[in-house]
């Protein structure tokens, strides 16, 4: 999870291997305070190393100035309900990657993305994206998919 900071390319995100944790607190939290997903670099400053997702948080910031704040989740179920329904990306391109980051860069310019907020990430398995003005809005939004599932 994160969310946009108050300067250029800051990013308070979620640190490296906290999936599992049923509740964060700040020490599982870092600040990037710059990031350039061409090159692969990250640099943070806190206590934990940040997600390994991050250059695809700033990838969607990048894309998307009005974007404040990103979810990635896991949920199997959910995932294959959503594969090819929302923007997919390619199947061989691993996350965490420059080449991630770059196939978020593409699906952001496709009008479908800015409008459902969601994409699916194929090639990594059971990972769901959604983001929005901010994480309230991207937490309805994954709730939303959810409920409709469960309701199906």
């Known amino acids: 999870m994160s969310q946009r ?5 800051e990013i308070i995100i979620s640190g490296t291997n906290t ?4 509740v964060l607190n700040e020490s599982h939290y ?3 305070i710059d990031y350039d997903w061409r090159e ?3 640099t943070c400053r806190g206590t934990i190393a940040a997600s390994s997702e991050t250059l695809t948080h700033g990838a969607i910031y990048e894309a998307n ?3 404040n704040g990103v979810i990635h989740i896991h949920h199997r179920q959910l995932w294959q309900n959503l594969m090819y329904r929302v923007p997919t990306t390619q199947e061989n391109i691993a996350y965490g990657t ?3 980051a770059a196939e978020i860069i593409r699906l952001c310019q496709e009008d479908r993305l ?4 969601i994409l699916v990430m194929s090639g990594h398995e059971e990972g769901i994206i959604a983001f929005g003005q901010d994480l309230a809005k991207a937490g309805n939004l994954l709730l939303s998919y959810y409920w409709q599932l469960q309701s199906s």
């Open 5 to 9: 900071g108050k300067i250029d390319k």
């Open 114 to 117: 800015e409008e459902q907020q």
């Open 40 to 42: 692969n670099r990250v």
């Open 65 to 67: 100035p009005q974007i």
């Open 30 to 32: 870092t600040t990037v």
């Open 19 to 22: 999936g599992g944790i049923p």
């Open 98 to 100: 420059p080449e991630m």
